[in-house]
Every structure is written in C-alpha cells, then in structure tokens.
C-alpha cells in the first residue's frame, strides 16, 4: 500500500468509511502525498498525454476562438484571459504565441492570468512559459482574478473535480463509500446515505442493483462561479474534457498510471483519478445565469475552426516526415476513433454577444 494509501486506511480505521469524492480529492490533491502536489503527470514522462502536448496546432485554434468571442462581445479592454487548470503551460504558451502574431494590440492590452494550486506545476508553468512569464499572473481561485470581462478556457480541468458516486440497492440508491475490508485493504462499500429521486438521470428508474450514478456538486459549483463573472462582465468560455454530452448512468471512475489503466484503489496518490464529465449539467448551470451554450466534439469544433488548413499551412514548407507528423497529430486530435469524439467542447457566452463560430450539433 502506497503512503496516502496507509494514511487513508488510518482515517478509515478512526472515523469509518469515506465517500468517494473525499478518496478522489485527498489521492488528487492532499498536499504532501497528493498526485498532483507530489508529480508531473503530463507528457510522455507522466501518466498521460493531454491535447496541447500533442500538437500546437490544438492551442493555436483556441487562441483563436477565444479571439473571435472577445470580438463578439464588441473588443472590451481590459480584458483578462484566463487558463485554468494549465497543466505544464504549454496550452497559454501556444496561445500567447498566436495572439501576439495575430493582434499584436490586443496582446500588449490584455491582461493573462492561469489558476494554479500546485507550487510544483507553478514553477512548471514559469519554466514552459519563458521570457513571456512575465504577462501572466498566477492566482488560486476564480475569485481573485480581476473584476474586468473574462475569456476563460479548460482543458482537462473538470474529469479531476471530484464526483459523488451512489449505487442502487435493495432498499434504494446509497452513497458509494471506500472501507477497509475484513483483510484492512482498500473496498467500496454501500453507506448509509440516499439520494434525493429528483436527482436521478432520467433512464434511472430502469438501472439494475449495482449500477451506479455520478453527481458533481463541486463541478457545479466551479462552473456557477465562472459563468456569474461572464454574466455580470461579459466575456466567454471554453471548456474541452472526455465525456458525454446527456447524462445517465455509469461507473466512469477510473484511474491511469504509467499511460495505462490501473485499479483506482490500489496506488493512491500514485495515478491519476478521473470520471466522465456531465456537459448537460455543466451547460445547465451556465443556462441558469443567463448564457448561451453550444457543445460538440472536439474533432467536429477542431475541424470547425480550421484544423485541415492550419495543418495544410504547417506542412507546405516541411519534409515528408514532419508531414507525417502532421498528419498523426490531426488523427490524434479529431479522429473519432481517437480524441475526436470522446472529448467534448462546451462553449458559453453573454446572450447579448454576437455568434461565434461553433459547429452545429447533429
């Protein structure tokens, strides 16, 4: 058993079972033995590899989207451009490079900022990020960025915001617990705690015993304070993850260490926790203070905002093997049968905001 697995074991033993979102955050985030406070996950050297490691093409494209939403809400300046939830830094990096090419007014007037809670990843960001650190300020929390118009982009951010999980019982849905079992190792068990019927997805009523639904309160919660700044101020947001765009049911928890998958009770602290994301529960939120959503895949938006051509612009001067390169980066990116389909995008805005383009939902 790993260290935070002997420490989570001893808070067990004490205090009884803990939910599972409790397990994901202290395996995620405790600040001595947490995945994300004690490693680099990111690259082929980490667990996983996320889209702007994979090509700069994927930030490029962003950087433009996030351009053309600041346009439609009519050039505000100031403006503040956020990251959250930035990995290495390399997605800002990209898109630094793209604004700075592609109005070079608006880079000098607007103001860049990433939220960071890990020191370690901080003084990562600093390192990718160069001479060009000195533009962005870095900050804990969406509540101290400053109170101007915000564009806001996530990639990857919500799939580690911890979930609760509930099981269906004999005598009803039951918050789903980690404990210890007869032989003191890690166990899901059934706790003592239902769960209100009206949160139920709608094909729940159908689930077998033992099926399992996902609630993201701290999901919720994150996205109802992003969109309050983007109601009150105007501005945008862009939100890619791995998910699914209507809720149901299903154990989407799952961990991945060494770039494959791993039993999520049996190195904690040492891989990576993730569930699925609800993108109907996120635009929900964002719906109710009053902004407009778009959602599609990452390959349909990709291809949308100029991926074929932006790749076609790369190759024209490069030899046979960059161009080959090229080309797997796109397949990597959009192919559905890679990243294309199983990551979705969630676009919000201002209801008064112009259109921005956006590929249309089938």
Same mark, same amino acid.
């Given at each position: ?188 068990? %059934? ?8 949160? *139920?997805? =709608? #094909? @729940?009523?159908? !689930?077998?015993?033992? +099926? $399992? ?90 291809? %949308? ?8 612009? *790369?190759? =024209? #001067? @490069?030899?046979? !093997?960059?161009?080959? +390169? $090229? ?36």
């Amino acid at each position: 058993m790993t260290g935070l697995g002997r420490h989570i074991a001893g808070l067990i033993a004490a205090d009884g079972p803990i939910p599972v979102s409790e397990y994901m955050a202290l395996c995620l985030f405790h600040p001595r033995h947490g995945y994300y406070t004690t490693r680099e996950p990111f690259g082929a050297r980490g667990d996983f590899i996320t889209a702007p490691e994979v090509s700069q093409m994927f930030g490029e494209l962003v950087a433009v989207w996030l351009y053309q939403a600041w346009i439609a809400n009519g050039r505000p300046l100031p403006v503040t451009v956020v990251e959250i939830g930035p990995g290495r830094g390399t997605l800002m990096k990209d898109m630094l490079r793209t604004w700075a090419r592609l109005d070079p007014a608006f880079f000098a007037e607007a103001r860049f900022a990433l939220i960071e809670t890990s020191p370690r990843l901080t003084e990562i960001q600093r390192e990718t990020l160069g001479a060009v650190a000195e533009r962005v300020t870095w900050h804990e929390t969406v509540a101290t960025l400053p109170h101007a118009p915000l564009l806001i982009v996530g990639n990857e951010l919500f799939d580690a915001v911890p979930v609760r999980q509930f099981v269906r019982t004999a005598s009803g849905w039951r918050e789903r617990m980690v404990g210890l079992d007869e032989a003191g190792r890690l166990a899901f068990f %059934a706790g003592a705690a239902s769960l209100d019927p009206s949160l *139920l997805p =709608a #094909d @729940a009523g159908t !689930a077998p015993e033992g +099926a $399992i639904v996902e609630l993201a309160p701290a999901r919720s919660a994150l996205m109802a304070d992003i969109a309050a700044r983007i109601a009150a101020r105007g501005g945008a947001g862009l939100f890619i993850d791995y998910g699914y765009l209507e809720a149901g049911v299903g154990d989407t928890l799952q961990a991945l260490k060494d770039h494959a998958p791993d039993d999520v009770l049996a190195h904690p602290g040492e891989a990576d926790l993730t569930t699925h994301v609800d993108f109907a529960a996120l635009g929900g939120v964002a719906r109710a203070h009053g902004l407009k959503v778009s959602t599609a895949t990452q390959g349909a938006f990709l291809l %949308a905002m100029g991926l074929l051509e932006r790749a076609g612009r *790369l190759g =024209a #001067d @490069a030899d046979e !093997a960059a161009r080959q +390169a $090229i080309t797997a980066q796109v397949e990597r990116l959009a192919a559905p049968d890679q990243m294309g389909d199983l990551f979705k995008v969630l676009a919000v805005l201002p209801k008064d905001a112009a259109d921005v383009p956006f590929p249309a939902r089938d």
